[in-house]
T-cell receptor, first 114, second 115 residues
Framework: EPEVTQTPSHQVTQMGQEVILRCVPI?????FYWYRQILGQKVEFLVS????????KSEIFDDQFSVERPDGSNFTLKIRSTKLEDSAMYFC????????????FGPGTRLTVL | AQTVTQSQPEMSVQEAETVTLSCTYD???????LFWYKQPPSRQMILVIR??????QNATENRFSVNFQKAAKSFSLKISDSQLGDTAMYFC????????????FGTGTSLTVIP
């Protein structure tokens, strides 16, 4: 069964450094999402992406964040200058259609900012 | 604003018994969808069951069923004949087209099935 994959599984970085989190969505899906979960808190929506542009973004998704689909398979989240509070689990998700449909989640990337 | 509340951080159940996980939500929208996702240890979240708000009939998937009380804004998950493989974190989630189909998650319930 197709799965969403994410790399790396764990990323450690120094404050102020740029990180790129990578995701390979399910191949025939058209809608892509990033969520994050700070330890002990809820999973929170960051951004959705469709047709090569951002559809929706949350207040968390400020100018330090960007997303890209550089080729036909990868979907990336870039954090330009990481802060301590960016330490979290980041989940990628994809769906075939939008309204009301199941989103398929990746296993997550644990980002630790020192 | 949409919110989802799961008031049971941890639960346990004996193998083969039945357990119910609670979830309440708040929204002013009329068109929405509710989901239960399961996240086994060190694995990704997978869909357990989905409910459309305009359907009165409660969704069922094999041993999993929901009790959807729209007026009370309650969406509980019942797991019958619990199995060891049901041990996982369970997340309740809400989605509405009016806010871009993003998921709003509860804080999760960690369920342990005891042999």
């Amino acid at each position: 069964e197709p799965e969403v994959t994410q790399t790396p599984s764990h990323q450690v970085t120094q404050m102020g450094q740029e990180v790129i989190l990578r995701c390979v969505p399910i191949s025939n899906h058209l809608y892509f999402y990033w969520y994050r979960q700070i330890l002990g808190q809820k999973v929170e929506f960051l951004v959705s992406f469709y047709n090569n542009e951002i559809s929706e973004k949350s207040e968390i998704f400020d100018d330090q964040f960007s997303v890209e689909r550089p080729d036909g398979s990868n979907f990336t989240l870039k954090i330009r200058s990481t802060k301590l509070e960016d330490s979290a689990m980041y989940f990628c998700a994809s769906s075939a259609r939008t309204s009301g449909n199941e989103q398929f989640f990746g296993p997550g990337t644990r980002l630790t900012v020192l | 604003a949409q919110t989802v509340t799961q008031s049971q951080p941890e639960m346990s159940v004996q193998e083969a018994e039945t357990v119910t996980l609670s979830c309440t939500y708040d929204t002013s929208e009329s068109n929405y969808y509710l989901f239960w996702y399961k996240q086994p240890p060190s694995r990704q979240m997978i869909l357990v069951i989905r409910q459309e708000a305009y359907k009165q009939q409660n969704a069922t998937e094999n041993r999993f069923s929901v009790n959807f009380q729209k007026a009370a804004k309650s969406f509980s998950l019942k797991i019958s004949d619990s199995q060891l493989g049901d041990t996982a974190m369970y997340f309740c989630a809400f989605m509405t087209p009016y806010t871009g189909n993003q998921f709003y998650f509860g804080t999760g319930t960690s369920l342990t099935v005891i042999p």
